[in-house]
């Protein structure tokens, strides 16, 4: 009976042994089930996440460059994060297998969080009860660069789990990658491989060494304190570690590592190009034109543009030489420079003041000033329009203007109060600047046409319908008036002084191009006749009661120059141009006070004069050739008649059937009836206005 009871016990045991361990086997089978059903439900919930809230913005703020005409870097502009983005195929394949190496080597194979390592981070800290090992992948660093700070909170880790999750559900690993090595910091204000890499070692992140990569790879760890600057050992240490890994991962042999840890680096530290930083005034009033530009606002914001610019450096050096060369020292007299390629309207340099550091005030495209007798040339081409010619008389004496319908009165001045008080010649009147000419001719076209013509010529600003204009009384923009010149030297056609050739999304696109227009506004043979009187301005040969303006440059000028000159109270001015170059100078004080020394005032012919020799230093010699239609002729300069034994000689262009007629002598009188100088004798309106 006892063993019966005892056998009973024991199969009760038994029994409830059996029925617990069926429960607890229910447990965890529905344990599991639950564990899988919650795991599916998050995983399809975060995916759900992911998707639903879409890709986040990956875009980031770059560095946007300014080219030269030759494509060399001159400058660049950025949010405070130097970066230039590359594509992950235009960095060096080492730089890309080092960088994985050591920061995240499952990269490929996780979808942003590598769990293991995650563990094995924790079990380290616990071990040695500080925050020990990191986990992070290149996903969450990458979000964490994007969107976050580097606070040690849970709710920015919270918030950097979520962005991975979005990042690796919605874009693909090579995104990532490439994301993460456009944006990691490497210190020294360089954002991403390709800045770091210009920066420290001066070369693209797609030419880097395997000892250079590994460098490179080594320093986002901590920029300040893996800084190949600062603190080279620590950098050179970090690097041996990450070729251990490369070798590790089977990236590269361990040959290859040795050979990389025994290559010298050369640390240059230097921004990537010998001309950043050259033509600041000229680089400003391209960052002013960009502006104008019709870009997508995404440009403007996050940069990364590449802008091609129309300067030439080393047109630019010899401006920045000459204007410091010429310049009166111990003075606050101010300059403004500019050299154009007059049949594209490419602007090649620009000065737009002595100092930009001082003053980055840019006299070229921002003052406003009066031209002087600068503004004769564009009066005298419409003159020429209206039928005047290089023969074309009037006296020069003084002369008092009435205007306003009687209630003004202007008498202009000669420079000196030298007069002929005789006829001169219109090309006379160019090469010695006389002002009673010009006056004259202003009045007798109509106040009107200068006003016009100006317009034609590209000037924003409008000319006063006054007797003074005819001497540049009226203000214009250096630009504008340096630009106006261009006209002479192309032929007749008006171009747009151009300072961007192209710009360059970041992908490369081409989103911005320069159209080539031009207008024809002169005909060519009077572009042609205009340029060959402005030669005079050095031509001795039209001296007579004053000399010409520009006799005091002869011993250094070697080339032929079509010029002219201004001068007013409180500004200086040259401009002129060979056929291939256009270039104009200003002179004066930005509070406009008078010029009173001699230096001052011959500041300007001297910096034009330099600059055009030794930027043609290297060229072999232009002409300016005459076009057909017009036609050549030996004239007396001072009377306007042809050349004969008892009277001066140079060589004339005219229209053809415009050149005089008879000598100087009296002899080949005209045919009865046939105009002198564009006009019968039934409309001699020069002797009824100007002679009597």
Sequence with gaps: MVKKQEAESVGRVSRRKRRRRVRILQLALLSMIAFVFLWGASVTALYFYAKTTGPPSIAVSQ?????????????????????????????????????????????????????????????????????????????????????????KTWARKINEALYTIRLEWNYEKEDILEGYLNTIYYGHGRYGIEAASQYYFGVSSEDLTLAQAAMLAGIPKSPSGYSPIDYFESAKERQELVLEQMVEKGDISAEEAEDAVGEKLQIVASPPSEFLGAAPYFQEAVWKEIESIDLEPYYLKYGGLKIYTTLDTELQEIADEVVQENMPAETELEVAFAAIDPESGEVKAMTGGRDFEKSPFNRVTQAFRQPGSTMKPILYSAALEKGFTPATTMRSEPTTFVYDEGRSEYAPQNFNQKYANDAITLAQAIAISDNIYAVKAHEFLGSNVLKAQAKEFGFSTPVDEVPSAALGTSEALPIELFNAYSVFANGGKKVKPVLIRKIEAPDGEVIYEAKKKSKRIIDEQQAFVMTHMLTGTFDPALNDYSTVTGITLLDEKTREYAAKSGTTDTDQWMIGFSPSLT?????????????????????????????????????????????????????????????????????????????PLEDCDGNTAPPPGEPVNGHSEDENWFEKWFLE
């Design 63 to 151: 560095s946007t460059l300014l080219f030269d005409g030759q494509d060399q870097l001159i400058g660049e502009r950025s949010s405070g994060e130097k970066r230039y983005w590359k594509t992950l195929d235009d960095i060096s394949p080492l730089a890309v297998k080092a960088v994985i190496a050591v920061e995240d080597r499952k990269f490929y194979d996780h979808k942003g969080f590598d769990f293991k390592r995650i563990a094995g981070a924790v079990a380290a800290d616990i071990k040695a009860m500080a925050k020990v090992q990191g986990a992070s992948t290149i996903s969450q660093q990458y979000a964490r660069n994007l969107y976050l700070t580097h606070d």
């Design 583 to 659: 270039a104009g100078v200003w002179t004066g004080y930005d509070d406009a006070r008078t010029l009173t020394l001699t230096e001052d005032k011959q500041a300007a012919k001297w910096i034009w004069l330099r600059f055009m020799e030794r930027a043609h230093a290297e060229r072999s010699e232009e002409f300016f050739v005459p076009p057909p239609g017009v036609t050549a002729v030996q004239m007396d300069p001072h009377t306007g008649l042809l050349a004969g034994e008892s009277c001066g000689k140079r060589t004339a262009y005219f229209l053809e059937a415009t050149a």
